[in-house]
């Protein structure tokens, strides 16, 4: 075997690897720096703030005694506050405990009042959430968001001759219908127009072009260009990129991305061969499409036969850049968004209306963030921000180990005023323990096996 032909792998593994390390990494810093800064705030000293687990590779101790170390096995991190007795746990010294002064004690998490644990844990999942935000609203302030009406910026190369649209032109109709004018009247409303436009290459618009309105001849809304490559899908096996172009489908000509979509769909999953066009070249594919479980927009889900590609408008949307509080307002739509389909993905998982292929774990996880980097660095941002919510999320779960679980066991003492039995509490933590190993394993077990 020639070395050199497992150089461009190993290179892509190194690539996969780092962009993983750093969004995990940047992930779980900001959830542990939350809950160390709420609990310094609430009077709890942390004694270790660790990105890492495993043998420190470097460490420093501040003025306030908080050891700040980064440790060699770049999967997850902790804060270990005082009279903890496991770094890597909320599990209690009881002896240590015992040994601390009244003062003491009441910087210690066992011994702060119940207010100040609970914010404590709270914060990280919350901190997550504040990332995701500020991610998305940044996204929204550096590349923009689509003028109003919609305006071309630039024309994506189509094997389409005879385009009359110019960069700078405002789309009003297509074929005398008329284009939605505003955001609020959303995408939805111009993918629905799109299937409706006839079977051809060239369509009639009218446009605003100066201070006046003319007709010009332009492309499908929505051509059968390839505007996304999803991880782990049957495009990205056989070789599919952004920006290809699917001229037939099985030998039958293709104008529209909804064609596409249908024909697919009543595949049944058998192989489809597909003649495509990249940059001005003419070859064949043949890929076997996979079943994919698709949230639909009223939170429930729908399984069909899925390629693995995403649909593009003909052109780039020209943008501006909406004020602070406008990108705030998207930043958090978004988030909230990513929580929403989270939570219905985990009911309709739990409840058997969905595969279990859809729980991914590390490998997962880091094929996708390879692949968002290999995207380009925006991407990669909104893919930490989505992450970095589904990992708040997943917290919040009322499972013992997961803040969620510290949070359920507050809201008892609350109610109660006593914490729960010290001997019932180690069996739930080790029950809890178990589940999130075992969902571990299982979501590693189908990064291997699910296609």
């Known amino acids: 075997m020639d070395i050199s032909t497992l150089i461009p792998s190993f290179g892509g593994f190194l690539f996969t690897a780092a962009a993983f390390i750093i969004a995990l990494s940047i992930i779980v810093a900001v959830h ?41 096995l770049p999967f997850g991190g902790y804060v270990k506050f005082l009279g ?60 923009g968001i689509a003028r109003e009406p919609l305006t071309v910026e630039e024309i994506y190369p189509l094997p389409v001759e005879g385009i009359t649209i110019e960069p700078g032109d405002a789309l009003l109709a297509v074929e005398g219908k008329a284009l939605p004018r505003s955001r609020e009247e959303g995408g939805k409303g111009l993918w629905e127009i799109g299937k409706t436009l006839p079977r051809r290459d060239l369509l009639t618009y009218e ?39 699917i001229l037939k489908i099985d030998g039958e000509k293709v104008y529209r991305f909804d064609e596409m979509v249908e024909m697919v769909k ?74 929403s389909l989270s939570a219905s993905g985990i009911y309709h998982l739990v409840t058997g209306q969905i595969s279990s292929c859809n729980v991914s774990g590390p490998v997962g996880i880091a094929r996708a963030s390879g692949s968002m980097a290999s995207e380009g660095l925006a991407a990669f941002i909104g893919f930490i921000a989505l992450l970095s919510t589904a990992i708040g999320f997943l917290n919040l779960l009322p499972v013992p180990m997961l803040d969620g679980g510290h949070l359920v066991f507050y809201a008892w003492e609350a ?9 019932l509490l180690r069996i739930l933590m080790t029950i809890g323990l178990v589940l999130v190993l075992s969902l571990m394993a299982f979501g590693l077990t189908n990064d291997l096996t699910c296609k």
Do not use: C
């Not at 687990?53 to 470097?58: N, Q, Y």
């Not at 010294?93 to 644990?117: F, N, Q």
């Not at 446009?207 to 495009?235: D, I, K």
């Open 84 to 143: 903890d007795s496991d770094a890597a746990s909320s599990g209690t010294d009881e002896e240590a405990v015992s040994a601390l002064s009244e003062e003491e004690l009441r910087h210690t998490m066992h011994g702060a009042p119940l207010r100040a644990r609970f914010l404590t844990v709270l914060a990280g999942p919350v901190f997550n959430f504040l990332l995701s935000i500020l991610l998305f609203s940044a996204l929204a302030l550096t590349i």
């Open 415 to 423: 109610v109660s005023g006593r914490p729960p039995n010290e001997k």
């Open 207 to 245: 446009v605003a072009r100066g201070e006046g309105q003319t007709q010009a001849l332009g492309p499908q809304l929505f051509p059968t260009r390839v505007g996304g490559v999803n991880v782990n899908s049957a495009a990205r096996e056989a070789g599919i990129r952004t920006g290809d172009v």
């Open 32 to 72: 542990e720096f939350g809950h160390y800064i709420v609990g310094r705030w609430s009077g709890i000293h942390a004694e270790v703030f660790s990105l890492g687990f495993g043998p420190v590779i470097w460490s420093r101790t501040d003025r306030r005694g908080t050891k700040w170390q980064i440790a060699a």
């Open 266 to 339: 009543a595949s049944g999953g058998r192989a489809m061969t597909l003649e495509v066009w990249r940059e001005g070249d003419t070859f064949e594919v043949t890929l076997k499409p996979r079943r994919r479980d698709i949230p639909k927009g009223d939170g429930t889900f729908e399984t069909r036969w899925l390629m693995g590609i995403q649909s593009s408008l003909f052109f780039i949307p020209a943008a501006e850049t909406p004020d602070p509080l406008t990108a705030l307002t998207l930043g958090a739509a978004r988030t909230w968004g990513v929580i």
